[in-house]
């Protein structure tokens, strides 16, 4: 994924209504831009930090900035706009980039599936082979407890009913016979590891044991993060 024009920077001031973002210019002026990102973003959004916005050239858009990647003071780089994970995943598969999902005549996003009515991110389809799953989760949490080791990464960063659901959906899929993936993108520059966050919401941490126990498949892919590019090419490993 190019950005064309590159991605600029600026200062964060604060982030307010879970979508806007206050950010102070290299010539001191102030600026509203869009955040696409209606999470926690623990960690990812402390005031100070470097903001690197890109421009949309939409002339309907009220706020034509939006807020891309976030520099921390420790010089991490991490990717807030949620839309961008699916994005880079999809892009990683259709290049070859991540080996595990290679092979399958055809790529649909958005299906629905499962008996809880949700939609799956990613359906690889084959007629040699049964179809694979795939549910994409972003990564951006980074421990602060040293007594963890260094670069240790967790999903989710609050409780999400949501990734409940879909963990049940894919371990659906698992015992009817399909591959099931949950894909985790790393969209955190610091992160070299991952492992559930059973501190945060240990009803995900359990439900991710069991689809394991069932078939489902946990990958993890890094991203590399600058003001021109954003592309997944580094497996990382899940610590369960």
Request: aromatic share 6%; charged share 25%.
């Amino acid at each position: 994924m190019h950005f064309d024009p590159p991605l600029e920077s600026a200062t964060l001031i604060k982030r307010y209504k879970r979508f806007l973002t206050d950010i102070k210019l290299p010539d001191g002026s102030e600026r509203t831009i869009h955040c696409a990102n209606t999470g926690a973003m623990t960690g990812c959004a402390e005031p100070g930090n470097i903001v690197w916005y890109s421009t949309s050239d939409n002339p309907k858009r009220k706020y034509p900035n939006s807020w891309e990647i976030s520099e921390t003071a420790q010089g991490d780089r991490i990717c807030v706009n949620t839309a961008r994970a699916n994005q880079l995943a999809v892009e990683a598969i259709e290049n070859g980039a991540i080996v595990e999902l290679s092979g399958y005549q055809t790529l649909r996003t958005e299906v629905k599936y499962g008996s809880e009515n949700s939609r799956i991110d990613i359906l690889l389809e084959d007629e040699a082979k049964a179809d694979c799953y795939i549910e994409v989760k972003s990564v951006t949490l980074l421990a602060d407890d040293p007594s963890v080791g260094k670069g240790q990464g967790y999903f989710p960063d609050a409780v999400t009913t949501r990734g409940q659901k879909h963990l049940r959906e894919l371990t659906e899929m698992a015992e009817s016979g399909q591959r099931a993936v949950l894909l985790f993108t790393v969209l955190h520059s610091g992160i070299e590891k991952v492992s559930a966050a059973h501190h945060i919401d240990a009803k995900y941490s359990l439900l991710l044991k069991q689809a394991q126990d069932a078939g489902v498949e946990v990958i993890c892919y890094k991203a590399e993060l600058n003001n021109t590019q954003m592309a997944l090419n580094q497996a990382v490993e899940f610590i369960a």
